[in-house]
């Protein structure tokens, strides 16, 4: 578990810098109940669409759409 003093303004100097997708990211990597949710599809092997798709609604996170050809 990570372990930082939160009321340190020294703790948080890089994220003045992060684009909103990578504040997202430290957040979200940080929750417990996402982390749990992760390893559990991670164990699984190739997880199925329902599965990912569930996840990912869950977690607010999109993906972008692989091609369906190469160009």
């Given at each position: 578990?990570?372990?930082?003093?939160?009321?340190?303004?020294?703790?948080?100097?890089?994220?003045?810098?992060?684009?909103?997708a990578?504040?997202?990211?430290?957040?979200?990597?940080?929750n417990?109940?996402?982390?749990?949710?992760?390893?559990?599809?991670?164990?699984?092997?190739?997880?199925?669409?329902?599965?990912?798709?569930?996840?990912?609604?869950?977690?607010?996170?999109?993906?972008?759409?692989?091609?369906?050809?190469?160009a």
């Amino acid at each position: 578990m990570l372990r930082i003093d939160w009321r340190s303004p020294a703790a948080y100097g890089d994220i003045r810098h992060l684009p909103a997708a990578g504040f997202a990211w430290e957040y979200l990597r940080r929750n417990d109940e996402y982390r749990h949710d992760f390893q559990t599809i991670a164990l699984t092997g190739k997880p199925g669409a329902r599965q990912l798709e569930r996840f990912a609604q869950r977690w607010g996170l999109r993906f972008p759409e692989r091609p369906r050809r190469i160009a």
